[in-house]
């Protein structure tokens, strides 16, 4: 079960192409369970990515949705 730390961090870096000062701690623990990835940029930067698995859980959490097949996050109300 993930903590709501580790679900605002897969939210983060769901919703930014660039995230800063996430928590290291929850960085890994996602990276465990293949939420996330990390991609090289080409500044040679690391750089975290949602995963399939981490969209899947994202969209049964109901913070994406899918609209014109296409994954976006959901507009706050």
Not at 18 to 46: F, K, M, N, W
């Amino acid at each position: 079960m993930l903590s709501p730390h580790e679900i605002a961090t897969l939210v983060l870096v769901c919703g930014n192409s660039q995230p800063r000062d996430l928590d290291t701690l929850d960085v890994e623990t996602l990276l465990a369970l293949q939420l996330i990835t990390l991609e090289c940029s080409g500044a040679g930067v690391s750089e975290p990515r949602v995963t399939l698995q981490g969209q899947a859980l994202l969209k049964s959490l109901g913070v994406i949705r899918v609209r014109g097949g296409r994954a976006g996050l959901a507009a706050a109300r």
